[in-house]
C-alpha cells in the first residue's frame, strides 16, 4: 500500500523486504531451493519480460531454482523480498549472448526498462527498478574501498564484505534534488545543450554533503540560473535506477524571473504560464516538449500547471 496519494514511477514497491533473514544463509538456500519461490533476471541491465493478453508487458518469472543455476553462485544473486509468504530472487546475466536466445528460450523477451517502464504494472516497475539498482551498485564495488582487495556478496545481496580487511559495504543511495522553479503565476524549465532538441525540464543537482534539501535546491537555482530562493515546497520523491539516485521533488518560489543560464549546466531556460505549461504537458507547443510521465520533472510540472484543479 502506498504511503501517499501520489506516486512516481518506479516507487511502490510491494515485497516485504525481509531485511532480518538476509544474513541467514541457511533460510535463503533453503527458499532458493523451493518449488514455491520464484525469480526474475536481468541482463546488462534490461528485465527479461512477457507480453500479457491485454497487450501490455509484466515481469517474466522464473522458477527461483533456475535463477539460482544461472547465477552460478552468491555473486550475482539478489534476494528481493517476500511477495507474502514467496521469496522473490533477481539473477545479473551479462555478456553478448542473450540469454533470451539460450537457457530462456521460450519464456520472455529482454528489455530496456526506460522504454517499458509505463507499460508494466507500476508495482513490477518498483520491483525490476530495485533489481536494477542493486546490480549497478555490485558492478561498481566489486573490490573493497578501504583495501582494494576484492569484496565478496553478503546478506542475499545486500551487502559486500572484504575477506581481507573484513570491512564491510552496503549499497548506496545518491539523493538529488529536482525543482519546479515558479515566480508569481509563470514556472521556469530549463535545457541543457546536450538533450534532445526542444527538451526542456525542471533543474536537478546532487545533495552535497553538510546540505539541507532546501539548501541545495535554492544552491543550484543560484548556480545555474542566478536565481535567489524564497521558498521551498515539497512534492514526492522518486527511486531512479541509472544508477541509484533519490529523485527529491520540489516546488521552489524565486524571488524574480531574472534568469540567467550559466551556459554550463544550462544553455537555455524558459518561463511559462500555468496555461502555457499545460499545453507543454500536451505536447501542443511546437518545437518544445517536456519529459514524458515516468520522469518526475514531468509530474512536478503537470501538479504545479493544474494546481487546485484535476488535470486532464
Excluded at 538476509?22 to 526474475?40: I, K
Excluded at 547465477?71 to 517476500?82: M, T, Y
Excluded at 530462456?104 to 518498483?126: M, N, V, Y
Aim: glycine share 8%.
Amino acid at each position: 500500500m502506498p504511503l501517499q496519494s501520489f506516486q512516481n514511477t518506479f516507487a511502490g514497491n510491494p515485497l516485504d523486504r525481509a531485511s532480518d533473514r538476509r544474513p541467514n544463509a541457511d533460510w535463503l538456500a533453503g527458499q532458493l531451493a523451493s518449488s514455491d519461490s520464484l525469480g526474475v533476471a536481468l541482463w546488462n541491465g534490461k528485465p527479461l519480460i512477457e507480453k500479457t493478453k491485454d497487450g501490455g508487458v509484466q515481469i517474466a518469472y522464473l522458477p527461483s531454482k533456475l535463477v539460482g543455476e544461472l547465477s552460478g553462485g552468491n555473486e550475482r544473486l539478489l534476494f528481493l523480498g517476500l511477495w507474502k509468504e514467496t521469496a522473490i530472487f533477481a539473477v545479473d546475466l551479462e555478456g553478448t549472448s542473450d540469454p533470451a536466445l539460450g537457457p530462456l528460450e521460450g519464456l520472455g523477451e529482454f528489455k530496456e526498462l526506460r522504454t517499458i517502464a509505463l507499460q508494466l504494472p507500476p508495482t513490477d516497475a518498483a520491483i525490476l527498478a530495485t533489481a536494477k539498482s542493486m546490480f549497478e551498485w555490485r558492478r561498481r564495488h566489486l573490490f573493497c574501498a578501504a583495501c582494494g582487495q576484492p569484496s565478496d556478496a553478503k546478506d542475499g545481496g545486500w551487502k559486500r564484505q572484504c575477506p581481507s580487511c573484513l570491512a564491510e559495504h552496503f549499497p548506496r543511495t545518491d539523493p538529488v534534488v529536482i525543482m519546479l522553479a515558479v515566480h508569481g503565476d509563470r514556472c521556469m524549465v530549463g535545457r541543457q545543450e546536450m538533450w534532445p532538441k526542444g527538451m526542456f525540464s525542471a533543474l536537478a543537482g546532487f545533495l552535497e554533503p553538510g546540505e539541507s534539501i532546501e539548501e541545495a535546491c535554492a544552491r543550484e537555482l543560484a548556480e545555474e540560473a542566478g536565481l535567489k530562493t524564497v521558498r521551498v515546497r515539497y512534492h514526492s520523491t522518486q527511486p531512479w535506477p541509472y544508477p541509484s539516485s533519490l529523485m527529491i521533488g520540489l516546488i521552489a518560489e524565486v524571488e524574480d524571473d531574472d534568469a540567467r543560464p550559466d551556459q554550463t549546466e544550462l544553455s537555455e531556460v524558459r518561463w511559462f504560464s500555468r496555461a502555457e505549461a499545460r499545453a507543454l504537458i500536451r505536447g501542443e507547443i511546437e518545437g518544445v516538449f517536456c519529459p514524458q510521465p515516468m520522469a518526475i520533472a514531468h509530474q512536478l510540472l503537470k501538479a504545479w500547471a493544474f494546481e487546485g484543479e484535476a488535470a486532464s
